[in-house]
DNA sequence: ACAAAGACGGTAACAGTGTTACCGCAAAGA
DNA sequence: TCTTTGCGGTAACACTGTTACCGTCTTTGT
């Protein structure tokens, strides 16, 4: 490996970079339509062969995009939370999965409803995606340890984000305006917990 | 109007009718990416131009496709419910919604997920496709006015289409394998509905 | 009854898409 | 120094949605 070959490959590394980059831009400003080879490596400055020589096809360049969603939702997910109560945390990473929806709909679109079309996501690729709902139960396992809530912390988190997703993707469709859309989210997921709150109700054991 | 043209009205009607089979037929075979105007049109057995006569561009296709969906789901949530009792008609419903979903998913995800690329339907086919929903909030009614839920109809039937909509969503795009799927669709239609459960509990009153 | 007019449909073209064969060129190895 | 290797730009391929052109057919005006 010689200093000129792997600064070659720090460039190719910053231009597959610049490459994620100006996809991001015209995701957002134009939708999943403008997501063109000619028209990315035009924002970029280089040929289509770039791309091709990079990502290997289209898809390619895709997973990486439906990649760059899932981090940009882990950090949102991550820093959305700042309470130490673990009940409280948790009903702050509701909103937060809400407030990124609606933050970067564009890539809740490409990540959760198939926005990029023809691109399904293999094994490796889901698997990389739904590490980010490691938080969720790691929220969920929280407040059962403190005893906030009782149950399967696998079956309350994927609750959660069924209620979760279905309200915001609802939502991003167009179906409820936004202050109807936020009741309904808050709703929801207080009534998917309520069954799992420990107390004097008679001892349901959902599931 | 002469006989001739009403007959050639109605032979149009026919072709239009051919024209929405053959594209069923692709989309669920093959899925949405198989709609190309050239392939629908030589499964017809016509040329495009008859598509663009007929249906205006392929977004008027589209727009047919995605109210032959919604037209679809509509007779299977009907058909799906059976019993006499208001609230056992509304699980029944709510497990039609899922049926219909795994027996169709091209189409749920046509409906639901955006599936059709750059199709976004106008505010009246919007209108038209949320008239499926009527059933379901008609069967929130049912059981309001029998006594067997207490609360707003429009938002117990709001909250039971996120809930459904959300699990069938991940499932459907393959987060959830089938009996895991189910367990988890009926555990959150009941968590949605609890709350609104009249009896004892001391007077919760959700929203 | 016969010509003028209008509508439908097939052919072939247009611009745009993803993708790749070809070629030039710069660097690595012998 | 000469060969080889690999990257990148150009131009082409097959495909997409869409439409101008033209022939054919029915209706209409006189």
Do not use: N
């Not at 994620?20 to 997501?35: I, K, R």
């Not at 912390?153 to 993707?169: C, K, N, P, R, V």
């Amino acid at each position: 490996m010689t200093a000129y070959s792997e600064a070659q490959q720090v460039g190719q590394e910053a231009v597959r970079a610049a490459i994620l980059d100006a996809t991001t831009h015209l995701l957002v400003a134009e939708g999943p339509g403008a997501l063109t080879v000619r028209r990315i490596s035009g924002a970029v400055g280089c040929s289509t062969k770039v791309i091709y020589t990079l990502f290997g096809a289209k898809e390619g360049l895709e997973e990486a995009l439906w990649l760059e969603g899932f981090a940009r939702f882990e950090r949102a997910l991550r820093t959305g939370r700042t309470s130490a109560d673990p009940l409280t945390r948790l009903h702050e990473c509701g909103a937060a999965y809400r407030a990124y929806a609606l933050a970067e709909p564009e890539y809740y679109r490409v990540m959760f409803q198939g926005a990029l079309p023809g691109f399904v996501p293999d094994a490796a690729a889901l698997a990389a995606g739904r590490r980010a709902f490691d938080i969720l139960y790691a929220d969920v396992a929280s407040c059962l340890e403190a005893g906030q809530l009782r149950g399967d912390a696998q079956e309350i988190a994927d609750l959660l984000w069924m209620a979760a997703h279905g309200a915001t993707s609802l939502e991003l469709s167009g179906h409820f305006g936004p202050v109807e859309a936020e009741q309904r989210f808050v709703t929801l997921c207080a009534s998917v917990l309520t069954p799992f709150l420990p107390g004097p109700p008679d001892e349901r054991t959902p599931s």
